[in-house]
């Protein structure tokens, strides 16, 4: 199928690091949803904070001041510095959904899958749902 594990562009440096990875399934992913939609707009990494905790999503998004800009052909990637300075380098993945049925668990419900090398600090969330509850099998 689409997955190609393994297989990632480093799309940004600051420092001599790579910052961000970007897995060429994601890269293809979100080039599909923005040429179906006929959207022309940067994508943001950012931190969010849900049910289980903190984590990190892609949002549509215009430059702010403070942000690293990256370009990959027509795609523009976008992250404050302060969270690359918190979170360290961050991986864009995209997982193909589940045949279980359920919404639950990692990749089950597929979609784009981000991780950073260091744990976002914990600022709430823990709320009760179906996965926590186990109530739809997971």
Known sequence: PLRMS???FSIF?????DMIELTAVAEKKIKQYLTENNIDSA?????????????LGLSLDE???GDRV????????????????MCGKVKVD???????GCGCGTG?????SLSSERPLPHSGGSCEGSCSSKSCGC
């Open 6 to 8: 393994g297989l990632f």
């Open 13 to 17: 440096t600051y420092q001599g690091e």
């Open 43 to 55: 994508v943001r990494v950012f931190a969010m904070n849900g049910c289980s905790g903190p984590s």
């Open 63 to 65: 430059q702010k001041d």
């Open 70 to 85: 990256t370009e990959i052909g027509s795609l523009r990637i976008l992250i404050s510095s302060d969270l690359t300075d």
């Open 94 to 100: 995209f997982i193909e959904p589940s045949r279980s």
């Open 108 to 112: 089950a419900g597929g979609g784009f």
